[in-house]
């Protein structure tokens, strides 16, 4: 009996021996695939970064362009766009001026 117990706890350590070296050779290949995924990510993201500054390049060679061939329309627009940021913006505080001014009456 005393061969049984024996031959049964070394053929449980060869499988837990085995199975450690299945695991390892699990985990080696996702930190690979992991590894990998990283760098794609990584050169993606390079990618995109370069594509948006190819496109603000492009952006602002057409405003250049656009301003040079018609400088008036260009400052017009300017002023227009500027107008009617001021006044969404005194529009939205003055709300709350009011609000505040009633509160402390």
């Known amino acids: 009996m005393e ?3 024996k031959g049964s706890l070394l053929d449980k350590a060869t499988h837990f021996g085995e199975r450690l070296v299945q695991v390892g050779g699990d985990a080696a290949r996702l930190k690979s695939v992991a ?3 990283v760098e794609d ?3 993606e993201a390079k990618r995109f970064a370069k594509r948006g500054r190819y496109a603000a390049e492009d952006l602002i060679d ?3 362009y656009r ?3 018609d400088p008036f329309r260009s ?3 300017g002023f227009a766009i500027g107008f009617s940021l001021g006044a969404l ?3 939205m505080a003055t709300p709350r ?3 505040n001014e009633a509160r402390e009456a």
Do not use: F, G, Q
Request: aromatic fraction near 4%; charged fraction near 15%.
């Open 3 to 5: 061969a049984n117990p």
């Open 35 to 37: 590894s990998h995924a």
């Open 41 to 43: 990510a990584v050169t």
């Open 62 to 64: 057409d405003a250049a």
């Open 67 to 69: 301003v040079k061939r």
């Open 75 to 77: 400052v017009a627009l």
């Open 89 to 91: 913006v005194i529009w």
């Open 97 to 99: 001026v009011a609000r």
